[in-house]
């Protein structure tokens, strides 16, 4: 079964908002076997819309389109709809009546013509009720395509997706399996790792595909399978998977689309009852922002001291100045003292610290731009690194937070018992 993804609105196009609704549907429609053959959006004119639904007729099962079904003159999609289907829009009593009471209920005012319009829908189509907005979801069939027709308000598309198309779906359509297994992985390059595992992909089974997802500082293999035998997808997936480990095992640190770094990070050190801090420099804070955006960081998090001026460093860590004047403040005799000290002030099992010449001036040092010293201090030693991640300044700042947790999380792993 396939399936197109149209959403309309000018406001989409001149980048005013994002489109997250898209996404969305495709994941719901992805969990239930449903192929998404493409997305796009387009503006709010009639016959782009018309020239639209014709491009897809007969070519998709599903067209699921969102947006222009508000009151207004410029949501033209119901009429738009009528038009295609040579239909004329007449009044459900059941949305009238719901928008009503939504209107005259909840928020304690008297409905006018234009709430009463949106009880508006096209007589040959099937109503999908909308509970929790004005308006109602539309359900019509063309030949061998169905076209549905949602809310553009992201809370209002969701709950109809959820609750009235996901459900349809799924009782009149008979679909294939779809499963995917994502797999996370750091410290390898999508070139470097594209080489590392060339034969094993050549390997998969035809009905197995890869993708490389990278992004900075890592790569996400997502491999999907397709067919008609859930259980036997499902094992051929994790044989791969499993195979896939004894190659490249040391980079991947999690199995989930939704993993990240800092939530294995943070799991790791709920596991073993440690903490960490951070004393910040070049990264202003960003690598605290990371760590603490995951639920219940404040177990294992205890503070950062976001030293970004020379004198910070030297009146809150306490780091000497004649140390600072004979290494320079960027170096990593420097960033070593930082770990040290922060670790102390906040008494945690671990300190990331971290100093550089982020850019586009170099500051109070003289180091290059892009250089960076991550100094990691653990309940063993500091271990202290040199980078030159270039330019620009915001691809310095994202590759040191990256490479700072990659350094925690591989000294954490040394200590799981």
């Known amino acids: 079964m396939k399936a197109a993804v149209i959403t309309i609105g000018d406001e989409i196009l001149i980048g005013q908002i994002v489109d997250t609704n898209s996404a969305f549907i495709a994941k719901s429609l992805d969990r239930i076997g449903v192929e998404i053959h493409e997305m796009i959006s387009i503006s709010d004119n009639k016959q782009h819309i018309l020239d639209t639904f014709i491009k897809f007729q007969n ?21 738009t709809f009528c038009d295609y289907f040579e239909d004329e829009l007449v009044v459900n009593d059941e949305v009238l009546k719901h928008v009503t009471q939504l209107i005259e209920g909840f928020y304690k005012r008297t409905i006018t013509q234009i709430n009463k319009d ?26 061998n395509t169905v076209f549905i027709s949602l809310p553009g308000v992201p809370f209002e598309m969701k709950y109809l997706v959820e609750n009235e198309i996901i459900p349809k779906i799924v009782t009149e359509y008979k679909r294939p399996y779809i499963i995917h297994k994502t797999i996370l992985t750091y410290g390898i390059g999508e070139s470097l790792l594209s080489e590392t595992i060339e034969n094993w992909e050549n390997n998969l089974p035809d009905f197995i595909k890869l993708a490389y997802l990278p992004s900075l500082g890592s790569v996400r293999l997502r491999l999907s399978a397709r067919g008609t035998d859930k259980e036997f997808l499902e094992k051929s997936i994790s044989e791969n998977v499993l195979s896939l480990s004894k190659i490249v095992g040391d980079f991947i640190v999690g199995f989930d689309d939704d993993e990240t770094l800092e939530k294995v990070i943070g799991r790791l050190l709920t596991q073993q009852n440690k903490t960490i801090s951070t004393a910040e420099s070049c990264t202003g804070g960003k690598i605290a922002q990371v760590l603490t955006s995951v639920s219940g960081a404040s177990n294992y998090f205890k503070g950062s001291v976001v030293s970004y001026a020379t004198e910070t460093k030297i009146a809150v860590l306490g780091i000497s100045e004649d140390l600072i004047k004979e290494h320079s403040v960027v170096s990593a005799e420097v960033a070593k003292q930082m770990a040290i000290k922060v670790k ?26 892009g250089t960076v010293f991550i100094a990691l201090a653990t309940p063993k030693e500091v271990i ?34």
Request: glycine share 8%; net charge positive.
């Open 344 to 369: 102390e002030m906040m008494k945690t099992d671990y300190a990331i610290a971290t100093t550089g010449n982020a850019g586009p001036s170099k500051g109070d040092s003289n180091a290059a731009l």
């Open 118 to 143: 949106q009880a508006l829908v096209p007589s040959k189509c099937i109503v999908l009720h909308n509970q929790v907005g004005t308006a109602p979801g539309m359900w019509m069939k063309k030949e």
């Open 384 to 417: 202290i690194e040199e980078f030159n991640f270039g330019q620009p300044r915001e691809k310095v700042i994202d590759r040191t937070v990256m490479k700072s947790l990659e350094m925690l999380r591989k000294e954490i792993l040394k200590n799981v018992q």
């Open 59 to 79: 070519t998709v099962d599903l067209v699921i389109i969102t947006g222009g079904l508000g009151p207004t003159k410029d949501d033209i999609t119901k009429k």
